[in-house]
């Protein structure tokens, strides 16, 4: 009898072993905070594909600058697929028509839409202009309930963001190690964050940028029991079986 009551307590010891500090997020202690999007922003890289429309008073001065008619494409923009896209080419550059090769790359999108709409001033007076990023998309991996890929409808979400877009982290993942994997001057760039810690939101992946990777590891024991197989859970029934008869026998 003994022998049972002491596998219960071990097991229920194992079972407790996950404290506060491993599960709770963020949690306080007296660090300042000083978290802003415009020092986090990202920026236009090679590759982005963009949709961009310019509007002006007179519709018809447009005409050059859209392939479409540009209130049109304001109120379909997500859901026509004849809108126009122009890619960051590997130099940094859109062909825009009108203006030709147009630097944007480095810029954010609020720089970009600045940038183009006094480029635009030229041709146009008091030009409106509008840029997305169609590809803007970030992957959540790991201990997550839904891990997968989400594409954002616009280039601001923050870590927090995507992991409640995954579910959230399950009861399985490590909180204070997260991975972020960013592409930083065609280089893949490991950052880690901890979750528990309100450093954290001070912390340069705070914001993601657009093909970030985050991944959430497995804790010690979701591995552990990764390693258990058929055979292993019919060896723990046996052996639970033979500890049960022990104690009636020795009763």
């Known amino acids: 009898m003994r022998i049972l009551l002491y596998f219960v307590i071990l097991m229920s010891v194992i079972s407790s072993c996950a404290s506060r500090k491993d599960l709770v997020y963020f949690q306080a202690d007296s660090l300042e905070l000083n978290t802003t999007y415009r020092m986090n922003a990202p920026k ?68 970009a839409i600045d940038f183009l709409r006094n480029e635009v001033s030229k ?66 760039v490991e950052h880690r964050i901890d979750l528990t810690d309100r450093q954290s939101l001070n912390s340069p992946v705070y914001f993601l940028k657009q093909n970030d990777v985050v991944y959430v590891e497995p804790n010690g024991a979701k591995v552990q029991s990764s390693k258990y197989t058929q055979n292993t859970s019919i060896f723990v029934s046996i052996a639970g079986l033979i500890i049960t008869i022990i104690a009636v026998i020795v009763r």
């Open 123 to 188: 041709y146009i007076v008091n030009p409106g202009v509008n840029i997305n990023i169609r590809n803007f998309r970030v992957t959540v991996l790991g201990e997550v309930v839904k891990p997968g890929s989400f594409i954002i409808e616009n280039d601001r979400i923050s870590i927090l963001e995507a992991l409640g877009m995954a579910g959230d982290l399950t009861i399985n993942g490590v909180r204070k190690n997260v991975l972020v994997i960013r592409e930083e001057n065609n280089q893949k």
């Open 44 to 111: 236009l890289q090679a590759g982005d594909i963009l949709t961009i429309s310019v509007t002006a008073d007179d519709i018809r001065a447009t005409e050059p600058f859209n392939q479409i008619n540009a209130y049109q494409g304001a109120s379909l923009q997500n859901t026509n697929p004849f809108i126009p896209t122009y890619t960051i080419d590997e130099n940094g550059y859109i062909d825009f028509p009108k203006l030709g090769k147009i630097p944007l790359a480095g810029k954010t999108r609020t720089e």
